[in-house]
Nanobody, 122 residues
Framework: QVQLIESGGGLVQAGGSLRLSCAAS????????IGWFRQAPGKEREFVAR????????SYSDSAKGRFTISRDIGKNTVNLQMNSLKPEDTAVYYC???????????????WGQGTQVTVSS
């Protein structure tokens, strides 16, 4: 069973930075796509960034582009999300997800972590 465990969330002031990590265990090579999603109170869960583990392809939502960077640490088997220039509207629970398709659609990710809270104060 694939397990994803997020860490690194917390409280930060606007303009600050946070680095989230997603530790993936028991991940077969077919589950090659890792995504970060977020859900703010009262809103739907939305795509933030994704990476293809084997090739390092990346892509971002418009809101994340230029501020967030997704990367993988092959040695540690983790996917990281470096978030800079944070804004209050980035406040949400951030989830790591894994799947077998290069997609931004939540429904195509079959494995999810428990989430980590990010709160950005103004």
């Amino acid at each position: 069973q694939v397990q994803l465990i997020e860490s690194g969330g917390g409280l930060v002031q606007a303009g600050g930075s946070l680095r989230l990590s997603c530790a993936a265990s028991n991940r077969p090579s077919s589950i090659d796509f890792i995504g970060w999603f977020r859900q703010a109170p009262g809103k739907e869960r939305e795509f933030v960034a994704r990476i293809r583990w084997s090739f390092g392809w990346t892509s971002y939502s418009d809101s994340a582009k230029g501020r967030f960077t997704i990367s993988r640490d092959i040695g540690k088997n983790t996917v990281n999300l470096q978030m800079n220039s944070l804004k209050p509207e980035d406040t949400a629970v951030y989830y790591c997800a894994a799947g077998t398709t290069w997609s931004t659609s939540l429904s195509l990710y079959g494995y999810w972590g428990q989430g980590t809270q990010v709160t950005v104060s103004s």
